[in-house]
């Protein structure tokens, strides 16, 4: 029998003691890491548009000049010349995005409680509430914390209690250490801080207001203070000038209107929000007596188990793969701001990275598992912000390379700037960002059918991206249409005389984005009527494309020649974008190129490559898109061994949340595909997961899906279908629509193929319509 204790929690027997072991919560803008330390509690928090400086212009004005030579420096081989102009004409002043901030800290003091006199201490996140929780016996007393981030009501809420009357004394401040602005109290149960983020930059605020259900409540400087207390509940807000020009008003208003609410109707609005998304799917992978024992366990010990190579978890990864979707909902909500390198979980004024939006894969990793596990909801901040970098992004094609259209390079941030940034030319010469980018508008579709959406928002996001590379590209000697400059991210190639560069024309990457980009423009174009002059440019234009070519090695081209690898381990694996995320190479339509993707993957891995926790994560979905379910196993053990902290985030190292998003992206990948207009059952399971059960995947079409299978073996599918249309569904056993859906009147018109080892039903179905499928013996 499944145990169902700890299945959706993450606890640990003792307080964090660093940032990596600290629980995260959040509404999608508001968040904030729980310590759960006994004396001392210190909640670190986060708030989405808390960014340093504002918005700048930094276009080169020199780009028009030099774009035409630096294309011929490149088309020659004077890599190293065309480099240095690239450097001088192309690259932006100033040449760094600023970087997402810490809102700062709230400490709790309690003034009784001594650690070492502590007893049975418990601190856990439970994923099915999105509550934090901290317990523990101090002179046999139970003290609770309980922390929560509310969507509904835009505040975050603690919780705290004791069991016996009067026992609770502490005292609370917040503080911004080491940039400060100003704090104060708010009449006699409430403080606040505010200050600004630089010059040009946001201003901030935070309040917090207790709420006592006995004892006293009384503010002493800018510290609330509780004395005698049995039951009381912080409320604290949190916002900036990017969205209201009084932040600090809009932080009282926000908390007088949720103090309305008695606590418990708080937490039931606040869980039933959060399990309306986290509720609508469900993965059970059969455990046995082993994995009875390891739910007993504490998870940084489960995880330490399978760092000491103590064997295989099943459950462990049944809770990161959950862990992927609760992060998700608490970083990326209608109203946020997409979720950045750490989601919104930033402790540093210096961060890796900046923390900001790095759209050469990393950004886009964070949304790979939003349609697939039902949360397109949270899929919208990053709609939202394509739109906000649209006009940044035509003015960057207009006056960098005299292009119509639009355009955005690697990196991106909360202003929506769009210009090459930085100082590396591994990566800073890269016109597809926005081009990657609006093809999530285009899965957006493809999952949920919506033909007003398709209209409205996603096709002409998806055209003027498209526009920019009719403009943009241009004929190699070899006749081809290429873009460039450009790189193949974040590589290096080594030419015959030993010159390496990374600056080139026509790498793979491009070329495949770009066709994905004119394939969904061309079939919006035909679903909606619209743009037939436009549409038979694109199709003129795609035919001119570099196709996918096989090197001396028997791997897939990274660039128009064959050139070396100069890190032939190399993180990024872009030249195989066409098998995942894009739909280019596939086993049973290019098996060439998939085999070339195999072996294109194999040579990297031998190499040192997926040595990151995001690039690890690509891997095991690239794996799952070959059907090689026991090397994406592999991926799923390297990153629980490898690539998670204690908390469970991922490691790059260090923290970046693209890894948590990828692993949830691959499992599903591994039960489900449906990006070659077809349902693939249990495409990449591997042999270890024998028995097991997914509530609530979706697919392409409009599906959504729910699986069984036992021994290896598919038991039982159900589908069920928001649009009409022609259902296509790919097996590896011989299945059949069950009797009772056929005599319910669905159209008689059944054809059942027979493909290698593969079975293919096509079966019509109707909006709303349910239809089981039955495993033949």
Same mark, same amino acid.
């Given at each position: 029998?499944?145990?169902?204790?700890?299945?959706?929690?993450? =606890?640990?027997?003792?307080?964090?003691?660093?940032?990596?072991?600290?629980?995260?919560?959040?509404?999608?803008?508001?968040?904030?890491?729980?310590?759960?330390?006994?004396?001392?509690?210190?909640?670190?928090?986060?708030?989405?548009?808390?960014?340093?400086?504002?918005?700048?212009?930094?276009?080169?004005?020199?780009?028009?000049?030099?774009?035409?030579?630096?294309?011929?420096?490149?088309? %020659?081989?004077?890599?190293?010349?065309?480099?240095?102009?690239?450097?001088?004409?192309?690259?932006?002043?100033?040449?760094?995005?600023?970087?997402? @901030?810490?809102?700062? /800290?709230?400490?709790?003091?309690?003034?009784?409680?001594?650690?070492?006199?502590?007893?049975?201490?418990?601190?856990?996140?439970?994923?099915?509430?999105?509550?934090?929780?901290?317990?523990?016996?101090?002179?046999?007393?139970?003290?609770?914390?309980?922390?929560?981030?509310?969507?509904?009501?835009?505040?975050?809420?603690?919780?705290?209690?004791?069991?016996?009357?009067?026992?609770?004394?502490?005292? %609370?401040?917040?503080?911004?250490?080491?940039?400060?602005?100003?704090?104060?109290?708010?009449?006699? $149960?409430?403080?606040?801080?505010?200050?600004?983020?630089?010059?040009?930059?946001?201003?901030?605020?935070?309040?917090?207001?207790?709420?006592?259900?006995?004892?006293?409540?009384?503010?002493?400087?800018?510290?609330?203070?509780?004395?005698?207390?049995?039951?009381?509940?912080?409320?604290? %807000?949190?916002?900036?000038?990017?969205?209201?020009?009084?932040?600090?008003?809009?932080?009282? %208003?926000?908390?007088?209107?949720?103090?309305?609410?008695?606590?418990?109707?708080?937490?039931?609005?606040?869980?039933? /929000?959060?399990?309306?998304?986290?509720?609508?799917? /469900?993965?059970?992978?059969? $455990?046995?007596?082993?994995?009875?024992?390891?739910?007993?366990?504490?998870?940084?010990?489960?995880?330490?188990?399978?760092?000491?190579?103590?064997?295989?978890?099943?459950?462990?990864?049944?809770?990161?793969?959950?862990?992927?979707?609760?992060?998700?909902?608490?970083?990326?909500?209608?109203?946020?701001?997409?979720?950045?390198?750490?989601?919104? =979980?930033?402790?540093?004024?210096?961060? +890796? =990275?900046?923390?900001?939006?790095?759209?050469?894969?990393?950004?886009?990793?964070?949304?790979?598992?939003?349609?697939?596990?039902?949360?397109?909801?949270?899929?919208?901040?990053?709609?939202?912000?394509?739109?906000?970098?649209? +006009?940044?992004?035509?003015?960057?094609?207009?006056?960098?390379?005299?292009?119509?259209?639009?355009?955005?390079?690697?990196?991106?941030?909360?202003?929506?700037?769009?210009?090459?940034?930085?100082?590396?030319?591994?990566?800073?010469?890269?016109?597809?960002?926005?081009?990657?980018?609006?093809?999530?508008?285009?899965?957006?579709?493809?999952?949920?059918?919506?033909?007003?959406?398709?209209?409205?928002?996603?096709?002409?996001?998806?055209?003027?991206?498209?526009?920019?590379?009719?403009?943009?590209?241009?004929?190699?000697?070899?006749?081809?249409?290429?873009?460039?400059?450009?790189?193949?991210?974040?590589?290096?190639?080594?030419?015959?005389?030993?010159?390496?560069?990374?600056?080139?024309?026509? #790498?793979?990457?491009?070329?495949?984005?770009?066709?994905?980009?004119?394939?969904?423009?061309?079939?919006?174009?035909?679903?909606?009527?619209? $743009?037939?002059?436009?549409?038979?440019?694109?199709?003129?234009?795609?035919?001119?494309?570099?196709?996918?070519?096989?090197?001396?090695?028997?791997?897939?081209?990274?660039?128009?020649?064959?050139?070396?690898?100069?890190?032939?381990?190399?993180?990024?694996?872009?030249?195989?974008?066409?098998?995942?995320?894009?739909?280019?190479?596939?086993?049973?339509?290019? #098996?060439?190129?998939?085999?070339?993707?195999?072996?294109? @993957?194999?040579?990297?891995?031998?190499?040192?490559?997926?040595?990151?926790?995001?690039?690890?994560?690509?891997?095991?979905?690239?794996?799952?898109?070959?059907?090689?379910?026991?090397?994406?196993?592999?991926?799923?053990?390297?990153?629980?061994?490898?690539?998670?902290?204690?908390?469970?985030?991922?490691?790059?190292?260090?923290?970046?949340?693209?890894?948590?998003?990828?692993?949830?992206?691959?499992?599903?990948?591994?039960?489900?595909?449906?990006?070659?207009?077809?349902?693939?059952?249990?495409?990449?399971? +591997?042999?270890?997961?024998?028995?097991?059960?997914?509530?609530?995947?979706?697919?392409?079409?409009?599906?959504?899906? $729910?699986?069984?299978?036992?021994?290896?073996?598919?038991?039982?599918?159900?589908?069920?279908?928001?649009?009409?249309?022609?259902?296509?569904?790919?097996?590896?056993?011989?299945?059949?629509?069950?009797?009772?859906?056929?005599?319910?009147?669905?159209?008689?018109?059944?054809?059942?193929?027979?493909?290698?080892?593969?079975?293919?039903?096509?079966?019509?179905?109707?909006?709303?319509?349910?239809?089981?499928?039955?495993?033949?013996?």
């Amino acid at each position: 029998m499944r145990i169902m204790k700890n299945r959706s929690k993450l =606890w640990y027997q003792q307080p964090a003691a660093i940032w990596t072991e600290a629980l995260p919560i959040g509404n999608g803008r508001l968040g904030a890491m729980m310590f759960g330390q006994v004396a001392e509690e210190r909640i670190q928090l986060n708030e989405d548009s808390i960014w340093y400086g504002g918005p700048k212009e930094g276009l080169n004005p020199d780009a028009p000049r030099y774009l035409g030579e630096i294309r011929n420096l490149l088309f %020659a081989g004077k890599v190293e010349e065309a480099t240095r102009y690239a450097r001088m004409a192309l690259f932006s002043a100033p040449k760094y995005y600023n970087p997402y @901030l810490p809102l700062g /800290d709230l400490r709790l003091y309690f003034h009784s409680h001594v650690a070492s006199q502590t007893q049975d201490y418990h601190r856990e996140l439970d994923l099915d509430q999105a509550v934090a929780s901290t317990s523990y016996t101090v002179n046999g007393v139970k003290f609770r914390r309980e922390l929560f981030s509310s969507y509904p009501d835009q505040v975050m809420v603690i919780r705290l209690t004791c069991d016996t009357p009067g026992q609770l004394h502490f005292s %609370a401040n917040l503080n911004r250490r080491p940039y400060e602005g100003l704090s104060g109290a708010w009449g006699d $149960d409430g403080i606040w801080m505010n200050g600004d983020c630089g010059k040009e930059g946001v201003a901030y605020a935070c309040a917090v207001k207790a709420v006592a259900e006995d004892g006293r409540v009384s503010v002493v400087g800018d510290f609330l203070s509780v004395e005698g207390a049995t039951q009381v509940t912080l409320f604290l %807000a949190a916002g900036s000038t990017f969205r209201s020009k009084d932040p600090l008003a809009a932080c009282k %208003a926000q908390i007088c209107s949720a103090e309305a609410y008695t606590y418990d109707v708080l937490k039931e609005r606040h869980v039933r /929000d959060y399990r309306e998304l986290y509720g609508r799917m /469900d993965l059970k992978l059969a $455990d046995s007596t082993a994995e009875n024992e390891l739910a007993a366990l504490p998870t940084d010990r489960r995880l330490e188990r399978m760092k000491e190579g103590q064997g295989y978890d099943l459950g462990l990864t049944e809770l990161l793969f959950n862990y992927g979707r609760y992060l998700l909902i608490a970083s990326s909500r209608p109203g946020s701001l997409p979720a950045n390198l750490q989601g919104i =979980w930033n402790d540093s004024f210096t961060p +890796p =990275w900046e923390s900001k939006y790095t759209i050469n894969i990393n950004t886009q990793m964070n949304y790979w598992p939003a349609e697939v596990c039902g949360l397109s909801e949270c899929h919208e901040p990053l709609f939202d912000h394509i739109e906000r970098m649209q +006009p940044s992004g035509r003015q960057t094609a207009r006056e960098l390379y005299g292009c119509s259209g639009f355009v955005a390079h690697h990196n991106t941030n909360i202003w929506g700037e769009t210009r090459p940034e930085g100082l590396f030319p591994t990566c800073v010469i890269w016109p597809m960002g926005a081009a990657w980018l609006v093809l999530h508008l285009w899965e957006r579709f493809r999952f949920e059918q919506d033909h007003k959406f398709l209209r409205d928002r996603a096709y002409p996001l998806l055209k003027d991206a498209a526009v920019f590379f009719i403009d943009y590209l241009i004929a190699s000697p070899s006749g081809y249409m290429v873009s460039g400059p450009s790189v193949s991210p974040e590589n290096r190639y080594v030419l015959e005389n030993g010159t390496s560069g990374s600056l080139c024309m026509g #790498p793979a990457m491009d070329t495949q984005i770009i066709t994905e980009l004119f394939d969904a423009c061309i079939q919006s174009s035909e679903l909606l009527q619209l $743009d037939e002059a436009f549409r038979a440019q694109l199709v003129q234009l795609r035919a001119k494309l570099p196709p996918q070519r096989i090197g001396k090695y028997g791997q897939i081209m990274e660039w128009l020649e064959d050139y070396e690898e100069e890190d032939k381990g190399h993180r990024h694996i872009s030249q195989l974008f066409a098998l995942h995320p894009g739909t280019q190479i596939s086993p049973h339509r290019t #098996p060439e190129l998939s085999q070339a993707a195999a072996v294109t @993957l194999a040579r990297r891995i031998e190499n040192g490559g997926g040595h990151t926790g995001w690039s690890s994560a690509w891997i095991l979905n690239m794996y799952a898109r070959l059907e090689e379910g026991d090397q994406a196993l592999a991926y799923v053990n390297t990153m629980l061994r490898k690539s998670m902290y204690p908390n469970l985030f991922d490691a790059h190292p260090p923290f970046q949340i693209d890894g948590n998003f990828g692993f949830t992206a691959g499992i599903a990948e591994m039960l489900l595909h449906s990006h070659q207009d077809e349902l693939s059952f249990l495409p990449a399971l +591997p042999s270890a997961w024998a028995d097991g059960d997914v509530v609530g995947l979706r697919g392409r079409g409009g599906y959504r899906i $729910d699986l069984s299978w036992r021994q290896g073996q598919l038991t039982r599918a159900v589908i069920h279908a928001s649009a009409s249309g022609i259902c296509r569904v790919r097996t590896k056993c011989l299945v059949t629509l069950q009797a009772a859906v056929e005599a319910a009147g669905l159209p008689a018109a059944q054809t059942l193929v027979e493909s290698g080892n593969s079975h293919i039903l096509l079966f019509p179905v109707e909006a709303g319509g349910s239809y089981e499928l039955i495993v033949q013996s």
